[in-house]
């Protein structure tokens, strides 16, 4: 059964260091992931992952316990994939040609096949912001109130920002 | 898990049959040794804030130091250097000896790095 945040916030007044271990635990797979799907290569996502759990070390003694442990966390994640996106642009680009089937090794990091390829290839169509509400909304099934803490904006903004993503995506995988 | 469905997924069918496909892949074991070099990271991380904390405080005793034996021998108008008790100034700093003081003043030459105890303080 995974630690409670309140377990987390509590055990790192006591033992610091076993307590960020807890969290690194529980959110790690999740943090990549939301990483990953950003960036598409995957040394990249692990750097960026890194970087995060450090800032939220750094953080996390003077995080506020009424405030939500999950969202912060995906905060800054966020915002430190959308500060890589910013200054790496042909690095993605280059990620972006590595998931298309003709341009595939057999050591790529990416094994989905065509139809999952077209999908993650639609979704870099996408505005940064709106790619971020499909992809949390999509694969992470988070609820709208909780996008909202993590990006900005409003529950109506960000339904209708999923609306349009699907839309657009539904459109490219049946045209290409 | 399951996701749920509703009305708008007939609206986009082929994104409701890759619900939950992912098609990255990671290498073997990799979330162990990822757990394992952040929490390597913020053991050095630890270190390093504890060595810093020590050193400034050296150094800045070590200042200290400097600044009270200076006043000392400036405000005062001795005949000869011979006239100051230097035994009795109590040093913090273990580098600094007291036989360092029987001699001329000038010829003192106390090792302190103010550019690192700057660059220090501007780390933390």
């Known amino acids: 059964m995974q630690i409670e945040d309140n377990d987390i916030l509590n055990l790192f007044e006591i033992n610091e260091q076993k307590a960020f271990s807890s969290l690194v635990m529980k959110y790690q797979e999740r943090i990549y992931w939301h990483v990953r799907k950003m960036v598409l290569n995957h040394e990249d996502a692990n750097d960026i992952t890194q970087n995060i759990f450090i800032k939220v070390w750094k953080g996390l003694s003077k995080f506020k316990k009424e405030s939500n442990l999950f969202t912060w966390i995906y905060r800054i994640a966020t915002n430190e994939t959308l500060n890589f996106i910013k200054s790496n642009k042909n690095k993605i680009a280059q990620s972006i040609e590595n998931i298309q089937i003709e341009n595939r090794k057999d050591d790529s990091f990416f094994s989905g096949d065509e139809i999952e390829a077209k999908l993650h290839l639609a979704i870099t169509t996408l505005p940064e912001k709106q790619k971020l509400v499909f992809n949390m909304k999509y694969f992470d099934d988070l609820k709208y109130t909780e996008i909202v803490a993590i990006i900005g904006g409003t529950v109506g903004s960000l339904k209708a920002s999923y609306h349009h993503a699907q839309k657009k995506i539904e459109k490219y995988l049946t045209t290409n | ?124």
């Open chain 2, 1 to 124: 898990m399951k996701k749920k469905t509703s009305n708008t997924d007939n609206e986009f069918p082929n994104l409701e049959n890759l619900k939950s496909q992912n098609g990255f892949k990671t290498p073997t074991g990799y979330f162990d040794s990822l757990h394992d070099s952040i929490m390597n990271e913020v053991k050095e991380e630890t270190k390093v804030r504890k060595v810093s904390f020590y050193k400034v405080f050296a150094y800045a005793a070590s200042i200290l130091v400097i600044v009270g034996v200076s006043s000392i021998l400036f405000f005062s108008t001795p005949d000869t250097l011979e006239d100051y008790d230097f035994e009795s100034i109590v040093l913090n700093y273990e580098e600094i000896s007291v036989d360092d003081y029987v001699d001329e003043f000038s010829e003192i030459d106390l090792e302190l790095d103010e550019n690192l105890l700057f660059d220090e303080l501007a780390m933390n």
